[in-house]
């Protein structure tokens, strides 16, 4: 069992960054999360950024230049920085693992982009 905690949300301005966390609290599990989703009321949830096991980084065109991905394997943390916010940015974040063909999900935390 894979047990994700992610970290960081809140309340923002827009034009605000924002830097969120997720790390793996299992400790007899050894994954680092690769990838970070977001989803409004109502909507299903989509893929903002994600690093590939190849290495490469991917990420949604609506976020392109706003957001940055990146691990630390050591930490077994995946982080997402969103910068220049903007409302629509306003979204529970959930990072994820896929680990032995299981996708792994965190509880999420929310962020919202307001004045």
């Known amino acids: 069992q894979v047990q994700l905690v992610e970290s960081g949300g809140g309340l923002v301005q827009p034009g605000g960054t924002l830097r969120l966390s997720c790390t793996v609290s299992?400790?007899?599990?050894?994954?680092?999360?690769d990838g970070w989703y977001r989803q409004t009321p109502g909507n299903q949830r989509e893929l903002v950024a994600l690093?590939?096991?190849?290495?490469?980084?991917h990420f949604a065109d609506s976020v392109k230049g706003r957001f940055t991905i990146w691990r630390d394997i050591a930490k077994n943390t995946v982080y997402l920085q969103i910068n220049n916010m903007k409302a629509e940015d306003t979204a529970t974040y959930y990072c994820?693992?896929?680990?032995?063909?299981?996708?792994?999900w965190g509880q999420g935390t929310p962020v919202t982009v307001s004045s």
């Open positions: 690093i590939a096991s190849d290495g490469e980084i």
């Open positions: 299992s400790s007899s599990v050894t994954v680092t999360p």
């Open positions: 994820s693992v896929l680990f032995y063909g299981a996708m792994y």
